[in-house]
C-alpha cells in the first residue's frame, strides 16, 4: 500500500496509506490519550479523549477512527484539544465514586493517569451519580459497575477475542450499564470467567476477586512465564508480592495468546500456595508417611533403587517421566533411567 | 504421535495456532476445544464469525457445534468409517488433488482399494450421519483452498487411535491440505508439556528428538555424551509396566508428576499394579492418590517455583520462569533428580536448568539452534537445527519429513466393548472447562466453582431413570462402580452418559476399559460399556432400564 505523509505537531510524519491519525501520531512517539481504544479491538471513537485538532476539518475528530491522509495537518495538544480533553475528564469524574484510596487500579487506572496529566478534579458538573450494587457473587471477578466509564473494552473484548457476547451496553442514557442479557449477574449468564474483561478495563470496574486486598499495584512484581495447564502455551504474568504469588494477569507481548487466557490459567493458580501442598519428604514406616530430612529419604531412595538393580538387573526398574513438568527435568529423567539404571523403561502420559 | 509419524514422519501439530484464524474450513474431529484448550477454542469461534467454515465431527453436541455449518453426531468410536466415507466421495468425484498425490505421497492405489468399500450409504448406516450430509462436507473439504484439520484426545484415545491420526492424515494429503499456512493436521496436546516430555525423549523408544534407542548411531552418540554404556532394548510403556509389576517383573518405580490411579484407564488394576511393587517412590506437589502407594515421596517444587521450558502443541519452546522460592522444603525436580543420581555414583552438576538445556540442545538435532536468550520474548518453534534459523512455523513444506507422505488403506476397528444388555450405556469421558486433570482441585476458586462430578445425561435416559439434574446415580461397569451426581443435557445423545476424569470422589477411570491401541498403548478412555441407576441416600435402588433408543 503506498504511503502518506501528513504533519503532526509540526513534524512531518509518513505512514501506510489506511493508518489512523492516532497510529501515526503514536509511531512518531508522539502521545495521545486514550480510553476506549485498544490495538487488539475494534476502532470504537466513543470516550473522545483522543480528540485531535485537524486543519480544515469541523469539530475535533476522534483520531483513533480518522483515518490519516497526505497533506493533514494535526495538533495534538492545541488549546481547543486540551480544552476538550479535560471538560470529557470532568464528565467523567462527574459520575465516578472518588474511591482512589482503597480502589485496587490505584496507580494502575487510566482515569486516574489522564486527571492526573491534565489537572482535573471532580466537582465540575455536581449531579446524579449511580449506585449500583457491587457484583462479587462469584468466585473470580468483582464488577463495580459505578467506576465504569463505558468505554465497551470488556464488550468488544467478549465479543471480538472471545466470540461469546456475553455482555454489551444495557439502558439508555444515564442508566446505561454494561451487563449481560437480561442485567443478570455473570454468574447467572453463559459467562465461562475467562477474564478477557478484565485484562482490558481500564479502571477498578473489573478486578480480580482474588487480588484483592493483597497489593498496591506498583508492589508487584510481574514474572513473564508459560501456563501449567493445557498445551496451548499461553504465556500469562504471575504477580507476586513477598515471595507470594497472588494472581496472574495477561502480558499482550504473549506469542500465542495476547491477553487471552482462560479460566483456569487465570484464576487457578492458586494451588501454588495450597495449604494441601507436600512440604517435607515422607517415608513410609509402618504403613504411616513419617515426615523426613532430604538426607534420609535421598539416601533411602538410591539404597532401594540400587538394591533392585543389583537383585533383578536394570528391567526391573521402570519411571514415569511427566507431561506437566519441564523439559529439563524431563531430560533428566529419562538421561537418569537410561545412564544411571541401565533401562529404557521411562514413559510419561504422552497418551492421555 | 505414531500415527502422524507414520503418515508424515513426524508427530506433531503441522501448522501453528495462529492458522487457525487463516484457513477457510476447520475440520475439527474429536477435539472439545472449547473446554479442553479454551484459548484455542476462542480462535476458533472468532475465526467461524468471521466467515471461516466450520466442520465438527463429535458424538456430543458439544459447544463449537452450535457454531458448525455441519455437525456430524457419528457413533462414538466410527471415525475411520466417516473419514475413509469422505475420501470415497472425493475420489468418486474426482476432488483430489492428482499433482499433490502424484508428487508428495506414496500408497494412493491402497488407499483407493480400501476407501472404494465405504460408500455413502454403508457410511450412513456404520456413522449415523445422512448421506447428503456426508457428500456436502466432502464437497467442501476437498474444494476449500485450505482446510486446517484439528483433533486431541477423540481421535486418538480409541483402540484404533493410531489408525484414527492415520484417516486424517490420509484425508488431508489426499486433497493436498498439508504443509502451508492454513492447511494441515493439528493434534492439539492435552497437556502443557506432553509435546517436550516426547521431545525430551521420555519415552521407552527414543532418546531426546526422536532418536532410537536401537538406532547404533544414535546409542554411540548418548553413550559418548554422557559417558557410560547404553541398553539397545525398546522399554516398556505405561500399560506394559504396570502387567509387569503385576507379574513381578517390575520391582520398583520412580514416578514423577504423575496421578496414574486417577487418571489412567481401569484404575483398580493401576492400584494392583503398584501394590505389587517392591519400592516405590513419588515425586509430587499433592498426596495423588498415587502418591498414597509410595514408600517414599519427595515434594517437589511448581512451575512458579523454578526455571525452564516447556514445548506446547505448535511446537513453540517456552520459557517457565521462577517466580518465588520453593515452597516450604521442597525442590525443583531437576535438582531431586540430580541428587538421587550423585548418591548412586552418577554426579549430575547443573548450574541450572539452562545449562541442561544446552546439554539437551547439542543432542537434540530438532533443538539444537534454540537457547534461553533466543526463546526470551517469543518462543522459538522446532525444527529449528541452527542459532541463525527463525524456527519452523509449518511442517512439510516441500517435502515430508520422511520424504513422501504415506497413504495406508485403514478398516473399521470397532470400540473393544460395546453396550449390551446387562451394561446398555456407553460411557465417554473427558476434561471439562473448569479443571485440569487434578491439579486444579486444589484452586479454591475453581474447586469451588465447579466442586464434584456432573455425569451428562440425555432427557429421554433421565426421565426412564427417574432422576433429574443434581441427583445421584451409580455408574458400573465390569471394572468398577461410582456414585456421581448427574446434569440433565442434550448435549449427549440418548444411550450415553459422559463424565469427566477429576475429581477422585468419583473416579471415572474405575470404569474406564482396560484396551489399549496395540501400536500406541493409548488407552480407551472414550468408550466402555456401564449400567445406570438411581441412587437415593435411603437405600433404594430401582433397576436399570434400558435407554430409550
Known amino acids: ?66 483515518t490519516a491522509t497526505e497533506g493533514m495537518v494535526v495538533q495534538t495538544a492545541s488549546p481547543a484539544v486540551v480544552e476538550a480533553r479535560k471538560t470529557i475528564l470532568e464528565l467523567l469524574l462527574a459520575n465516578h465514586p472518588e474511591d482512589c484510596l482503597t480502589c485496587h487500579k490505584n496507580g494502575d487506572c487510566r482515569l486516574q493517569d489522564y486527571a492526573y496529566l491534565y489537572g482535573v478534579r471532580g466537582g465540575a458538573f455536581p449531579g446524579d451519580k449511580h449506585a449500583f450494587p457491587i457484583e462479587d457473587d462469584n468466585h473470580f471477578i468483582v464488577r463495580d459497575m459505578n467506576k465504569c466509564i463505558l468505554c465497551g473494552k470488556c464488550v468488544r473484548a467478549c465479543a471480538e477475542k472471545q466470540a461469546r457476547h456475553i455482555i454489551d451496553y444495557t ?182 | 504421535m505414531a500415527g502422524l509419524a507414520t503418515s508424515f514422519g513426524s508427530g506433531a501439530m503441522t501448522n501453528s495456532f495462529a492458522d487457525i484464524e487463516q484457513t477457510d474450513l476447520l475440520f475439527v474431529i474429536g477435539a472439545n476445544a472449547t473446554e479442553a484448550h479454551p484459548v484455542a ?23 463449537l457445534a452450535d457454531r458448525a455449518d455441519y455437525w456430524l453426531q457419528l457413533k462414538p468410536g466410527t471415525d475411520i468409517p466417516l473419514l475413509n466415507g469422505l475420501m470415497h466421495i472425493i ?128 546409542r554411540a552418540k548418548f553413550e559418548k555424551a554422557w559417558g557410560v554404556s547404553l541398553s539397545d532394548k525398546v522399554g516398556l510403556t505405561i500399560p506394559d509396566m504396570m502387567e509387569a509389576a503385576v507379574e513381578g517383573k517390575v520391582k520398583a518405580m520412580y514416578i514423577m508428576g504423575e496421578d496414574p490411579v486417577l487418571t489412567d484407564p481401569d484404575a483398580n488394576h493401576i492400584r494392583h499394579a503398584l501394590e505389587s511393587l517392591d519400592f516405590l517412590v513419588v515425586q509430587e506437589i499433592f498426596m495423588t492418590e498415587t502418591a498414597r502407594y509410595a514408600d517414599v515421596i519427595l515434594p517437589g517444587a511448581s512451575f512458579a517455583e523454578k526455571d525452564g521450558t516447556f514445548t506446547n502443541s505448535e511446537r513453540r519452546v517456552q520459557r517457565v520462569r521462577k517466580a518465588i522460592e520453593p515452597i516450604g522444603d521442597t525442590r525443583a525436580d531437576w535438582q531431586i533428580i540430580c541428587a538421587v543420581a550423585g548418591r548412586m555414583g552418577y554426579p549430575m552438576t547443573y548450574g541450572w536448568p539452562g545449562d541442561i538445556f544446552d546439554e539437551m540442545a547439542s543432542l537434540t538435532p530438532s533443538y539444537a539452534g534454540i537457547n534461553y536468550q533466543r526463546i526470551d520474548a517469543c518462543g522459538i518453534q522446532w525444527p529449528c537445527p541452527d542459532c541463525e534459523h527463525p524456527g519452523t512455523c509449518v511442517l512439510h513444506a516441500d517435502k515430508f519429513t520422511r520424504g513422501k507422505g504415506l497413504f495406508k488403506g485403514i478398516d473399521h476397528v470397532p470400540p473393544a466393548e460395546m453396550p449390551d444388555a446387562e451394561y446398555p450405556f456407553l460411557l465417554s469421558t473427558g476434561r471439562i472447562l473448569y479443571h485440569y486433570n487434578i491439579t486444579t482441585r486444589h484452586s479454591a476458586g475453581l474447586d469451588a466453582y465447579r466442586p464434584e462430578e456432573m455425569a451428562q445425561l440425555n432427557p429421554a435416559d433421565a426421565s426412564h431413570l427417574g432422576v433429574a439434574t443434581g441427583e445421584r446415580v451409580r455408574v458400573t461397569s465390569r471394572r468398577g462402580s461410582l456414585l456421581t451426581k448427574v446434569q440433565v443435557t442434550d448435549r449427549v445423545p440418548p444411550g450415553m452418559i459422559w463424565m469427566s476424569f477429576h475429581y477422585k470422589e468419583s473416579p471415572t477411570n474405575v470404569l474406564t476399559v482396560s484396551a489399549f491401541d496395540p501400536i500406541s498403548k493409548t488407552g480407551e478412555y472414550k468408550v466402555a460399556a456401564v449400567k445406570v441407576e438411581r441412587f437415593t441416600e435411603s437405600g433404594g435402588m430401582p433397576d436399570s432400564r434400558p435407554p430409550a433408543l
Open chain 1, 1 to 66: 500500500m503506498a504511503d502518506v505523509t501528513l504533519t503532526i505537531d509540526g513534524r512531518l510524519v509518513t505512514v501506510p496509506a489506511g493508518t489512523t491519525v492516532l497510529d501515526a501520531a503514536r509511531q512518531a512517539g508522539i502521545p495521545i490519550p486514550t480510553l476506549c481504544h485498544d490495538p487488539m479491538l475494534s476502532a470504537w471513537g466513543g470516550c473522545r479523549l483522543c480528540v485531535v485538532e485537524i486543519e480544515k476539518m469541523r469539530n475535533l475528530p476522534a483520531s483513533c477512527v480518522t
Open chain 1, 171 to 352: 439502558y439508555r442514557g444515564f442508566n446505561t450499564k454494561v451487563a449481560p442479557a437480561m442485567d443478570l449477574p455473570l454468574s447467572q449468564s453463559d459467562c465461562t470467567f475467562c477474564g478477557s474483561c478484565v485484562s482490558v478495563c481500564p479502571t477498578g470496574a473489573l478486578v480480580e476477586k482474588a487480588m484483592l486486598g493483597k497489593a498496591r499495584r506498583w508492589e508487584v512484581k510481574k514474572v513473564r512465564t508459560t501456563c501449567p495447564f493445557c498445551g496451548v502455551g499461553c504465556n500469562f504474568d504471575l504477580n507476586v508480592k513477598d515471595g507470594r504469588v497472588i494472581g496472574v494477569t495477561s502480558n499482550p507481548d504473549s506469542p500465542v495468546n495476547g491477553r487471552d487466557l482462560c479460566i483456569k490459567g487465570r484464576f487457578g493458580t492458586d494451588f501454588i500456595h495450597s495449604p494441601d501442598r507436600l512440604t517435607t519428604p515422607l517415608i513410609k514406616k509402618n504403613g504411616e508417611f513419617v515426615e523426613a530430612s532430604w538426607d534420609e529419604a535421598l539416601d533411602l531412595v538410591a539404597k532401594k533403587l540400587g538394591e533392585v538393580k543389583a537383585a533383578y538387573g536394570s528391567d526391573a526398574l521402570a519411571a514415569l517421566s511427566s507431561a506437566r513438568c519441564t523439559n529439563e527435568d524431563n531430560y533428566l529423567m529419562q538421561k537418569f533411567m537410561r545412564a544411571v539404571i541401565g533401562t529404557n523403561n521411562v514413559d510419561h502420559c504422552a497418551r492421555t
Open chain 2, 41 to 63: 477454542g476462542a480462535m476458533m469461534m472468532r475465526a467461524v464469525e468471521k466467515g471461516t467454515k466450520l466442520v465438527v465431527a463429535d458424538p456430543r453436541r458439544i459447544e
Open chain 2, 91 to 218: 475420489i468418486k468425484e474426482d476432488l483430489y488433488d492428482k499433482k499433490f498425490v502424484a508428487e508428495r505421497t506414496e500408497g494412493f492405489e491402497e488407499l483407493k482399494a480400501t476407501v472404494e468399500n465405504y460408500t455413502p450409504e454403508k457410511v450412513a448406516a456404520m456413522t449415523g450421519i445422512p448421506v447428503e450430509t456426508l457428500y456436502a462436507v466432502a464437497r467442501l473439504y476437498a474444494t476449500s483452498y485450505n482446510a486446517l484439520i484439528c483433533y486431541t484426545l477423540g481421535i486418538t484415545e480409541h483402540v484404533c487411535g493410531v489408525f484414527n491420526v492415520m484417516s486424517t492424515a490420509n484425508l488431508a494429503m489426499l486433497t493436498g491440505h498439508i504443509g502451508r499456512p492454513g492447511s494441515g493436521v493439528n493434534p492439539q496436546r492435552g497437556q502443557n508439556n506432553v509435546q517436550g516430555a516426547c521431545d525430551m525423549g521420555a519415552l521407552p523408544n527414543v532418546y531426546p528428538g526422536y532418536q532410537a534407542v536401537n538406532n547404533p548411531d544414535a
